[in-house]
């Protein structure tokens, strides 16, 4: 039993402690439930962060371009841009049946695609996707035509290679870039001499 005990020694407070019990918290159950149920969701957690660290790796593998997967898809994907071409200057209003007609005297067509801004509003290009790659050559024929009043660009679609263009220029890359108030060093040939 365990008692807590004033200078007086009379007992000010029974904890429910029996003497059987091994230990026990301030509630009265047993401690060990509680570890076990603690170790318990402890092993679970960690199954699940071992779940998550997979799926990044996975995930990190597919981006970077690792696996055959991923190859295979970017040879799909580039090879379906051999088959496409790019078209400016597109009415706002054209329809991708409209763009399909226009078209499809160069050969057939697989899919139209009007790109949109995020209000679903279109940008003025397209993609059109054809079924032989000789059909990208023919339809170069169709640049300038006039399609619903305007002139349309037309040229072969190019591949985008993944991180080609990255960390290049902007603000704040390489040596070029000076912050406001850099660069005032001595310059010997600069007017007004030193502040004073």
Not at 22 to 42: N, Q, R
Not at 63 to 89: F, H, K, L, P, T
């Amino acid at each position: 039993r365990v008692c807590v005990m004033d200078d007086s020694g009379a007992v000010d407070e029974d904890l429910g402690v029996d003497d059987g019990d091994a230990m026990a918290d301030i509630t009265g159950e047993p401690v060990d439930e509680d570890l076990e149920a603690m170790k318990s969701k402890l092993e679970e957690m960690e199954q699940e962060a071992e779940k998550l660290k997979k799926m990044q790796e996975e995930t990190e593998e597919q981006i970077m371009g690792g696996g055959e997967g991923s190859e295979a898809a970017q040879a799909a994907s580039e090879e379906i841009d051999m088959r496409s071409i790019y078209v400016g200057n597109v009415d706002y209003h054209a329809t991708p049946e409209e763009l399909h007609e226009h078209f499809q005297s160069v050969g057939t067509v697989n899919r139209v695609t009007i790109l949109c801004d995020k209000f679903r509003n279109p940008k003025g290009y397209a993609y059109i996707e054809f079924a032989e790659k000789e059909a990208v050559e023919t339809s170069l024929s169709l640049n300038e035509s006039v399609f619903k009043g305007r002139p349309l660009k037309v040229t072969a679609k190019r591949t985008n290679i993944f991180g080609f263009n990255r960390g290049r220029g902007g603000r704040g890359h390489g040596p070029a870039f000076r912050a406001r108030g850099g660069g005032r060093g001595f310059h010997p040939h600069a007017r007004g001499g030193p502040r004073g």
